[in-house]
């Protein structure tokens, strides 16, 4: 996977926001479709995540433990 420096900035890219959490571009946009994902920008063709969004979603799937729901833990 080619190494993209992320962007300092209030807003990612789908691609940065991928990177970061070490998932496919596939596993983004499938959470996206389905809103499983932080909340997200459009812009024309465009798609970016305002990192403030992103900290919201990460504090709402946080788990307690293994036997949550599989997969990703949704509390609130």
Known sequence: MKKVTLNAGPVWTEKEFAQYYRMSLQT???????????????????????KEEIQKWEDSIICSSTSQNSGVCYEN
């Open 28 to 50: 983004i946009r499938s959470w996206r479709v389905s809103g499983k994902g932080p909340k997200f920008l459009k812009i024309g063709r465009s798609v970016r995540y305002k």
